[in-house]
């Protein structure tokens, strides 16, 4: 363990979990490990998708349109997504078995109605910040583990972002699990490894 170094948990929530609103498979199986792997680094930092009941990525805000359905948002193409996360829920808090005394720091992120935010530094119009990347280099940390859910969304999104900071970035593979939404896992990471993150398979 470096002083430098943080694990970032991404989104490890009811709702991404068996059983919830936006559930990925097998969602619930990390949670052991990463438990253990809060013990590997000097800092651990959680994230929580945090919106609003009418956030423009819901499905449900756009009459007519289905669930995992594409729209044009001003900032790009956007996923309509089933009603997840919703501030206050029992869906939106951390899974139950995770460990969260250890945190030194949750962000909450995609609370802005009119965009979404799967990134842990940026909303995905890629120039609003969340603050994480000045929190880090504030207390000297550059050294960056991530893991939780989903890999082919907030944990790439929020590793590519990591990396194109100039921080070093690494997934752990095996404490992450995946949408799969049409092929985007493979896409995820090749661009992971296109952007310089190091991806362990544990």
């Known amino acids: 363990m470096t002083a430098d170094s943080a694990l970032i948990v991404i989104d490890l929530q009811v709702d991404f979990c068996p059983g919830g609103l936006l559930a990925v498979a097998g969602g619930d199986e990390i949670v052991p490990l990463v438990n253990a792997l809060q013990g590997e680094h000097a800092s651990v930092i959680l994230t929580q998708d945090w919106h609003p009941a009418d956030h423009a990525s819901f499905a449900a805000n756009h009459p007519g349109a289905e669930p995992f359905s594409l729209t044009e948002a001003p900032y790009g ?3 309509l997504w089933p009603v997840h996360c919703v501030q206050g829920t029992p869906g939106a808090a951390f899974h139950p078995d995770l460990a969260t005394d250890r ?9 802005r109605p009119a965009i979404d935010s799967y990134s842990a ?11 994480l990347a000045g929190y880090l280099r504030e207390r000297g ?14 944990v790439r999104w ?3 972002d990591a990396a194109r900071l100039g921080f070093r970035a690494a997934v752990r593979m095996d404490a992450c699990r995946a949408i799969d ?11 992971m490894r296109a952007a310089g993150v190091t991806l362990i398979e544990g």
Do not use: M, W, Y
């Open 103 to 111: 945190a030194d720091l949750v962000i909450r992120k995609g609370f």
């Open 141 to 154: 940390i550059a050294d960056l583990t991530f893991c939780g859910l989903a890999t082919d969304f907030c």
């Open 77 to 79: 193409p956007q996923v």
């Open 181 to 191: 939404l049409d092929g985007s896992l493979a896409q995820a990471i090749e661009e």
């Open 158 to 160: 929020s590793a590519v």
């Open 121 to 131: 530094f940026f909303e995905n119009d890629h120039e609003t910040p969340t603050g």
